[in-house]
C-alpha cells in the first residue's frame, strides 16, 4: 500500500495508475480535509465486489437458517402453489 498526496499523483498519474495495475498496489490518494480516495485496478475492484456480494449472500443464507430454526416460515405443497397460480 502507497499513501500518496494529490499534487503528487496528478503529476505522476499514469505512474501511479500502472502501480495500481502491474503491481496490484493499493495507492491511497490523500487531500485536505481527510477527503482521501483509493486507486485499485479494476480487477482488484472486481474482486473485492465479488467478496462483498458473496458476504450479502451468505448473511442472507444465514438470516434464512435462523428464521426456519425459530419456526418462522410457511410450508406450501405443490398443489398449493399451482392453486394459488391458477395452474394445474
Known amino acids: 500500500m502507497v499513501a500518496v498526496n494529490y499534487s503528487t499523483i496528478r503529476r505522476n498519474l499514469k505512474d501511479y495508475c500502472d502501480k495500481a495495475t502491474d503491481e ?3 495507492v491511497i490518494v ?3 480535509d481527510e477527503k482521501n480516495v483509493v486507486l485499485i485496478s479494476l480487477e ?5 465486489m465479488r467478496a ?5 449472500y451468505l448473511a442472507m443464507i444465514d438470516k434464512s437458517l435462523q428464521q426456519l430454526k425459530e419456526g418462522k416460515y410457511v410450508s406450501k405443497t405443490i398443489e ?3 392453486a394459488m397460480t391458477g395452474e394445474q
Not at 482488484?44 to 473485492?48: R, T
Not at 462483498?52 to 450479502?56: C, D, I
Open 52 to 56: 462483498l456480494k458473496n458476504a450479502e
Open 24 to 26: 496490484n498496489e493499493t
Open 30 to 32: 490523500t487531500r485536505k
Open 80 to 82: 398449493d402453489l399451482e
Open 44 to 48: 482488484h475492484y472486481n474482486e473485492v
